[in-house]
């Protein structure tokens, strides 16, 4: 399959994936910065590691009802965004959402909390600054992630793994192929190039249903977009 174009809509990083429909296989997109204009701060640094690394596992959770995805918060880098659902552009690529600082569940996985694999895209920043998922990096094995519903109880996911993949090295049959167990698996860029003022690479972390009783840890008071 070929490389996908660079480009993007809001002169950002524009984390999306082509979707191959016959395949069931995704590609990451990358943007780069409306032209002539300086490139936003860096993110902070993601956790550099070309594998995932595994927190210890625990029985299975049961999964929830189906419910659209309202917010999703991870309080130990004070992460408090919206959600909003995302399907196709007209190019075949996942559509993020217009307001950068929203997060976007892509509608055709499962919602978080569900038996399968929740994608949820975002941007790390945009023409004006930091965007909604621009302390993503921070996070790490063991840390909590709600995702509030429109209906029922917040699902919390506990991380399982925050990886780096370089550009050419994406296993989008991994990021984003389905799986039994409910999976959380959020997608934002890493690895910015001031040369060619792109990005090299995404940052894909993933994690696991949580018993609702689980210990919070690693808590600070959030920032709400």
Known sequence: MPEPPLGGRRGACTVAATACAATGVALIAFGLPTAG?????????????????????????????????????????????????VGLDDDGSVALPDNADHAGWFTRTPAPGQSGNAVVVGHVDSDSGPAAFYGLGSLRPGDRIVVDRERGPAAEFTVSAATVYDRGDFPSSTVYGPTTEPRLTLVTCADWDPDRRTYRANLVVTARLAPPAEPRVRERPRTTR
């Open 37 to 85: 204009s300086p490139p936003p701060p860096p993110p902070r640094p993601a956790p550099a590691v070309t594998a995932p690394r595994a927190a210890p596992s625990g029985p299975p959770v049961q999964p929830l009802p189906r419910a659209r995805p309202q917010r999703v918060r991870a309080p130990a880098i004070g992460l408090d965004v919206r959600t909003e659902p």
